[in-house]
């Protein structure tokens, strides 16, 4: 039996590889800085759980080898500028935006863009790195260091944001989970909530638009699309051509959950679409000790990342999952968390169906 490599060794390649156990599939997380000679075959396939990587002995081995799924696509959607174009090309929704440039004012900002302008930047940024405001009250010039090599965004006063996860085979079969809400504090996710009555009206919109993406990429695997959601509509904010956080829910919540779709997607093996449990709840841990107690609470399951606790970062989730929507507030009453979790439990609190 053929291997699948994943480049990278994350929280995410850890559960591909869990999700590939019952399948039978040896799923084979590789650390980018790894200096060993893998041992790749040639019907061995290749995914990644990272949409950029620097070039190391590992991923150079592993970037050039023959059966690299969407090798592609990766730089596409990694560099903010090609996503963008991307957007623009296929007519879907996205916050306006320019390509910040030797020549690019703030002023010029300001001006095509409104008062609050969003600079991005086009590589590496992730959970809100990356951001610099341009706010023309408080006169802030564009950088020097960030021309040509950012874009600059619209700031967009949202309602909600939301995330469509879907999947796409070989044969272009695709499946969908519901729309999950999502917070983010600081630019970084803290809870989702899925699936959602009230997000229902949504869900064709977004799978459209998600289908339309995939199918120009010709893209095999799980794909995730964060929005804004302002009224009816949807604007998409960032794609990611991976396994995403807004789609950890679907491990309780789902009967095929993201990450062995996509170890189905792209070993080729049969798509069947996921049946959703119950009421599913995610809350991300970050930069919070590890504490057992929290197994104490009826439908909550525990993913620990065994990484080092920083403060910001992402150590472990907690997924919840429950057809009884008090089995479900109890257990966010029940968490004992520092600031700024009330805030997130309360948001989740109060989207739950009553
Ligand atoms: P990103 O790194 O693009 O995923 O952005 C992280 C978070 O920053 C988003 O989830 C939003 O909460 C916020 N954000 C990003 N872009 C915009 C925008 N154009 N307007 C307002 N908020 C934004």
């Known amino acids: 039996m053929s291997v699948l490599w994943v480049l990278g060794a994350g929280q995410l390649g850890a559960m591909l590889k869990q999700a590939g156990t019952p399948l039978g599939i040896d799923v084979r997380p590789v650390d980018i800085e790894s200096t060993e000679t893998l041992a790749l075959g040639p019907t061995d396939i290749v995914t990644a759980e990272r949409e950029e990587w620097p070039e190391t002995v590992a991923t150079k081995q592993l970037a050039t080898h023959s059966n690299f799924v969407n090798l ?25 935006w320019f390509s910040v440039e030797a020549d690019s004012t703030a002023a010029k900002a300001h001006e095509t863009l409104g008062e609050r302008v969003l600079m991005k930047r086009r590589r590496g940024g992730y959970d809100g790195r990356g951001q610099y405001w341009l706010k023309q009250s408080e006169g802030i010039e564009i950088p020097e260091d960030w021309k040509g090599h950012a874009i600059a965004e619209q700031a967009i006063n949202f309602d909600e944001e939301v995330s469509l996860v879907g999947v796409r085979g070989k044969n272009g079969e695709m499946h969908f989970y519901p729309l999950t809400l999502n917070l983010h504090i600081n ?12 997000l ?35 604007l998409i904010n960032e794609l990611a051509p991976r396994v995403h956080n807004s789609g950890h829910w679907t491990q309780a919540g789902a009967s095929i959950c993201q990450f062995e779709n996509h170890v189905r997607a792209v070993t080729g093996l049969p798509l069947a679409p996921a049946e959703v449990k119950n009421q599913s709840m995610m809350v991300n841990l970050i930069g919070v000790d590890l504490n057992y107690d929290w197994l104490n609470l009826q439908g909550l399951e525990l993913y620990w990342y065994k990484k080092e606790v920083r403060p910001g970062r992402k150590v472990g989730h907690l997924n919840f999952c429950s057809g009884n929507y008090s089995v479900l507030q109890t257990a966010l009453t029940g968490l004992e968390l520092p600031s700024p979790y009330p805030d997130a439990l309360t948001w989740l609190a109060k989207n739950l169906p009553k």
């Open 72 to 96: 592609a696509t990766f730089p596409q959607l990694a560099d903010r500028l090609t996503q963008k174009q991307w957007l623009d090309r296929l007519e879907l929704a996205t916050a306006p």
């Open 187 to 198: 630019g970084i996710l803290y809870a989702s909530i899925s699936p959602l009555e009230r």
């Open 200 to 234: 229902k009206p949504l869900q064709s919109k977004a799978e459209a638009m998600l289908s339309k993406l995939m199918e120009a990429l010709n893209y095999v695997g799980v794909m995730a699309m964060e929005c804004f959601r302002v009224d009816d509509e949807l």
